[in-house]
């Protein structure tokens, strides 16, 4: 038999290896279920009485007492060995017995006299079941004075077999216990090294031989650093990459012992140091604004690391999580908490539910809802940290921080128009004048005019007399934005606070074919991308939260906020589904329009309004002011362009978004008091085209988890000037309470 160790994990690997083997030659069924076998589970002895302090030492007659237990059959007998050899290579001499409990003598001379212990015995006990498997090994160190202290690497955990990977930056846990203490359980020291190719025992020395440490620095271990015994852990940084290393600790008590001997399968961890290590599992952390996924599992406890995020002051924020694990592995539990005071602080929680500045107990929840947090004076509050940390079951960590403030919107201005289309720039000719507009009307200047032109002001570069047109948002209050050469920042969440409501416009090329940076100028991604891609404060998500009313228009919304989710192959690009896991909690169409299930991109033509579009609702606008059928352009309705043809101009289909699947979404089915009732109101529907009559095309979001969102899939410029007015108008004076000066348009 090898050492107690490693010889008994070897010999449980290799009779659940004859068993298995055994039972399928013979077709056997004992302990299985419908024909599936069960593994027999490994019997479990611990060591229940030793002896207490003696006094002297020259008492050496001990009794213990031990007991065992199988989970699926019964314990037969037991074995003991008393100081087993501690090399790889060195047989035990085991003594099998029936019985629980033993008297034990030891000569005179094996123990010091003074306050130290010196000469330490070690008495290993296993049990064996009725069907021949042998227990982990429970053991003891004592001398004539003392129990000795015990320590155990937690996680990562020791293998014995090989090196752990790990990243320069690793976390390593442990436990101690001191079975006699009197004030406390725990040793009252550890001591560790950490041993390289460049010290003395060198890594590779120490691993073929770990008990060679007890040899060269027993018994006060000088040179080595020291932790409380109350630590738990311990965070070894700038590790050097393509380097081995082994780290060891041992524990003391009061007396002076330390635990017995250097194990690669307890107290000793070979670690092996690689920067493309996947260590621990991998988290993501995401709500309604924001998304992050980091790119390995690791300790990111460095604050360049941190996931920096603003969210709504005075609200509850929600935040959930995911894991991804390597391997072979599971997570076996998290931890989270808020303002640590230190990472290493391990005290409990005084209150489960309200001391949020120390770690949570380990739970496989994914979610928790933080209270609210105020704002300061200036509407910004100081930095917080939410601190997250998931463990899987070979006892690797990662931790993850949020650094967060939170903002109180002033909503001091009534209205901003965000222009996050790409339509084509003028192009300057000979004089100073601009070439004329072509391709399909309009260019990204017919469409400012379209929008919020004044109107009626002299064309430069147009034939004599060519006046504006008002567009359809003059006579209200509003700022506008184009973010075609802006940068990310400039959306900032302390810029959309100053604004109650947000027209915010999109089109589907800009979204399709947009390749650079944002902020680039042409051919940049929409602002809307840059938002909702992974890992980006989303200030529109955010402000939207905090109670802001948003218009989302134009098509090309979904696609620009989704296509960063889309699987790299196996879906067509113009559908986002939630059975492919691109249209799901977290990703802003279905966290704020509330589209859920499928949207799909397609050719279209008129939208007609919904027969469900009827209101009721309390606060509902008059759904009757809708006009009834959103209709093409044609030569009778809208006059032609300065410069444009027909074709270009009246056309008889667009791009639109859409939902292709039903999409019924009640809330109030949790809260028996309220009424169950429909919060995501279908206002219009599509009319052909390849999409085809009656998907749901522009809807009115108006439930409880955040402020109104009305969605057009649409562009509003395809239709008659007529009826996008009335739209515009339905929406911020029926529904948003805004007003207008009566200025012709």
Same mark, same amino acid.
């Given at each position: 038999?090898?050492?107690?160790?490693?010889?008994?994990?070897?010999?449980?690997?290799?009779?659940?290896?004859?068993?298995?083997?055994?039972?399928?030659?013979?077709?056997?069924?004992?302990?299985?279920?419908?024909?599936?076998?069960?593994?027999?589970?490994?019997?479990?002895?611990?060591?229940?009485?030793?002896?207490?302090?003696?006094?002297?030492?020259?008492?050496?007659?001990?009794?213990?007492?031990?007991?065992?237990?199988?989970?699926?059959?019964?314990?037969?007998?037991?074995?003991?060995?008393?100081?087993?050899?501690?090399?790889?290579?060195? @047989?035990?001499?085991?003594?099998?017995?029936?019985?629980?409990?033993?008297?034990?003598?030891?000569?005179?001379?094996?123990?010091?006299?003074?306050?130290?212990?010196?000469?330490?015995?070690?008495?290993?006990?296993?049990?064996?079941?009725?069907?021949?498997?042998?227990?982990?090994?429970?053991?003891?160190?004592?001398?004539?004075?003392?129990?000795?202290?015990?320590?155990?690497?937690?996680?990562?955990?020791?293998?014995?077999?090989?090196?752990?990977?790990?990243?320069?930056?690793?976390?390593?846990?442990?436990?101690?216990?001191?079975?006699?203490?009197?004030?406390?359980?725990?040793?009252?020291?550890?001591?560790?090294?950490?041993?390289?190719?460049?010290?003395?025992?060198?890594?590779?020395?120490?691993?073929?031989?770990?008990?060679?440490?007890?040899?060269?620095?027993?018994?006060?271990?000088?040179?080595?650093?020291?932790?409380?015994?109350?630590?738990?852990?311990?965070?070894?940084?700038?590790?050097?990459?393509?380097?081995?290393?082994?780290?060891?600790?041992?524990?003391?008590?009061?007396?002076?012992?330390?635990?017995?001997?250097?194990?690669?399968?307890?107290?000793?961890?070979?670690?092996?140091?690689?920067?493309?290590?996947?260590?621990?599992?991998?988290?993501?952390?995401?709500?309604?604004?924001?998304?992050?996924?980091?790119?390995?599992?690791?300790?990111?406890?460095?604050?360049?690391?941190?996931?920096?995020?603003?969210?709504?002051?005075?609200?509850?924020?929600?935040?959930?999580?995911?894991?991804?694990?390597?391997?072979?592995?599971?997570?076996?539990?998290?931890?989270?908490?808020?303002?640590?005071?230190?990472?290493?602080?391990?005290?409990?929680?005084?209150?489960?539910?309200?001391?949020?500045?120390?770690?949570?107990?380990?739970?496989?929840?994914?979610?928790?809802?933080?209270?609210?947090? @105020?704002?300061?004076?200036?509407?910004?509050?100081?930095?917080?940290?939410?601190?997250?940390?998931?463990?899987?079951?070979?006892?690797?960590?990662?931790?993850?921080?949020?650094?967060?403030?939170?903002?109180?919107?002033?909503? @001091?201005?009534?209205?901003?128009?965000?222009?996050?289309?790409?339509?084509?720039?003028?192009?300057?000719?000979?004089?100073?004048?601009?070439?004329?507009?072509?391709?399909?009307?309009?260019?990204?200047?017919?469409?400012?005019?379209?929008?919020?032109?004044?109107?009626?002001?002299?064309?430069?570069?147009?034939?004599?007399?060519?006046?504006?047109?008002?567009?359809?948002?003059?006579?209200?209050?509003?700022?506008?934005?184009?973010?075609?050469?802006?940068?990310?920042?400039?959306?900032?969440?302390?810029?959309?606070?100053?604004?109650?409501?947000?027209?915010?416009?999109?089109?589907?090329?800009?979204?399709?074919?947009?390749?650079?940076?944002?902020?680039?100028?042409?051919?940049?991604?929409?602002?809307?991308?840059?938002?909702?891609?992974?890992?980006?404060?989303?200030?529109?998500?955010?402000?939207?939260?905090?109670?802001?009313?948003?218009?989302?228009?134009?098509?090309?919304?979904?696609?620009?906020?989704?296509?960063?989710?889309?699987?790299?192959?196996?879906?067509?690009?113009?559908?986002?589904?939630?059975?492919?896991?691109?249209?799901?909690?977290?990703?802003?169409?279905?966290?704020?329009?509330?589209?859920?299930? @499928?949207?799909?991109?397609?050719?279209?033509?008129?939208?007609?309004?919904?027969?469900?579009?009827?209101?009721?609702?309390?606060?509902?606008?008059?759904?009757?002011?809708?006009?009834?059928?959103?209709?093409?352009?044609?030569?009778?309705?809208?006059?032609?362009?300065?410069?444009?043809?027909?074709?270009?101009?009246?056309?008889?289909?667009?791009?639109?978004?859409?939902?292709?699947?039903?999409?019924?979404?009640?809330?109030?089915?949790?809260?028996?008091?309220?009424?169950?009732?429909?919060?995501?109101?279908?206002?219009?529907?599509?009319?052909?085209?390849?999409?085809?009559?009656?998907?749901?095309?522009?809807?009115?979001?108006?439930?409880?988890?955040?402020?109104?969102?009305?969605?057009?899939?649409?562009?509003?410029?395809?239709?008659?000037?007529?009826?996008?007015?009335?739209?515009?108008?339905?929406?911020?004076?029926?529904?948003?309470?805004?007003?207008?000066?009566?200025?012709?348009?």
């Amino acid at each position: 038999m090898k050492a107690f160790v490693r010889g008994t994990l070897r010999s449980g690997v290799w009779l659940c290896l004859v068993i298995v083997a055994w039972c399928a030659a013979s077709s056997c069924s004992e302990r299985g279920y419908m024909g599936v076998l069960i593994p027999n589970a490994r019997p479990t002895v611990e060591i229940t009485q030793w002896p207490a302090q003696s006094g002297s030492p020259s008492q050496y007659a001990f009794e213990f007492s031990w007991s065992a237990s199988d989970a699926d059959g019964a314990v037969t007998g037991f074995r003991w060995a008393v100081d087993p050899p501690r090399a790889a290579a060195a @047989e035990t001499l085991w003594t099998a017995t029936s019985e629980n409990r033993r008297f034990f003598q030891f000569p005179v001379d094996s123990a010091g006299t003074g306050p130290v212990a010196h000469r330490m015995h070690t008495l290993v006990v296993e049990a064996v079941d009725d069907r021949g498997a042998w227990s982990p090994p429970a053991s003891v160190t004592f001398d004539a004075t003392t129990i000795a202290p015990t320590v155990a690497i937690s996680g990562p955990q020791p293998s014995g077999l090989g090196s752990r990977l790990v990243a320069p930056t690793v976390q390593i846990h442990w436990t101690g216990r001191d079975p006699d203490g009197v004030t406390s359980k725990l040793p009252v020291e550890y001591k560790y090294r950490v041993f390289s190719v460049s010290t003395a025992p060198s890594a590779a020395d120490v691993a073929a031989n770990p008990d060679t440490l007890r040899t060269l620095f027993a018994p006060a271990y000088a040179g080595w650093d020291s932790l409380p015994g109350a630590t738990t852990s311990l965070t070894l940084s700038g590790l050097t990459p393509r380097q081995r290393y082994l780290f060891a600790i041992v524990a003391f008590d009061t007396a002076g012992a330390t635990s017995p001997g250097f194990s690669l399968f307890e107290n000793v961890l070979d670690l092996y140091i690689d920067t493309n290590a996947s260590i621990g599992p991998q988290l993501t952390l995401f709500n309604d604004s924001f998304y992050y996924r980091y790119p390995s599992g690791g300790w990111f406890s460095e604050p360049s690391s941190f996931v920096q995020q603003e969210f709504p002051a005075d609200l509850p924020i929600p935040l959930s999580w995911s894991a991804a694990n390597s391997s072979g592995t599971y997570v076996q539990s998290y931890q989270w908490a808020v303002d640590l005071s230190s990472i290493e602080d391990i005290a409990p929680r005084a209150n489960e539910l309200t001391d949020l500045s120390h770690w949570s107990q380990p739970t496989t929840a994914t979610n928790v809802l933080l209270p609210p947090f @105020e704002a300061a004076a200036s509407g910004v509050s100081a930095p917080h940290y939410f601190y997250l940390k998931a463990t899987d079951d070979i006892g690797y960590q990662s931790l993850a921080v949020i650094e967060f403030r939170c903002r109180r919107p002033t909503f @001091e201005r009534d209205l901003l128009i965000v222009n996050d289309t790409g339509f084509p720039l003028d192009k300057l000719v000979t004089g100073g004048c601009v070439d004329r507009p072509r391709g399909t009307w309009p260019t990204s200047a017919e469409l400012d005019s379209f929008l919020v032109a004044v109107g009626d002001k002299p064309w430069r570069c147009y034939p004599t007399g060519t006046r504006s047109v008002p567009g359809i948002f003059v006579g209200y209050a509003f700022d506008t934005v184009s973010t075609r050469s802006i940068a990310l920042g400039a959306m900032s969440l302390g810029r959309l606070d100053r604004y109650r409501n947000i027209v915010w416009i999109t089109d589907i090329t800009r979204a399709r074919n947009g390749i650079n940076p944002i902020g680039s100028g042409a051919f940049s991604i929409p602002m809307l991308r840059a938002l909702t891609d992974p890992g980006v404060n989303n200030s529109l998500a955010v402000w939207i939260a905090q109670g802001g009313r948003l218009w989302l228009m134009g098509g090309g919304a979904a696609y620009a906020s989704l296509i960063s989710y889309k699987p790299s192959r196996g879906t067509p690009d113009n559908v986002f589904a939630e059975s492919t896991g691109e249209l799901v909690a977290g990703r802003f169409p279905y966290a704020f329009p509330h589209w859920r299930h @499928e949207i799909t991109l397609n050719s279209t033509t008129r939208a007609a309004k919904s027969p469900r579009a009827v209101g009721g609702w309390a606060g509902a606008p008059d759904y009757a002011a809708l006009p009834p059928l959103l209709a093409e352009k044609t030569a009778a309705t809208d006059a032609l362009p300065p410069y444009r043809v027909n074709g270009e101009f009246y056309v008889t289909s667009h791009v639109a978004e859409y939902l292709s699947q039903p999409t019924r979404l009640l809330e109030g089915l949790d809260t028996p008091a309220s009424p169950v009732r429909s919060a995501l109101d279908t206002l219009y529907v599509t009319q052909g085209g390849l999409a085809g009559p009656n998907w749901p095309v522009m809807t009115l979001y108006h439930g409880d988890d955040c402020a109104p969102v009305v969605t057009s899939g649409f562009p509003i410029w395809y239709f008659q000037r007529a009826h996008a007015i009335a739209l515009v108008d339905w929406v911020l004076q029926d529904f948003w309470g805004m007003t207008r000066r009566p200025v012709a348009r």
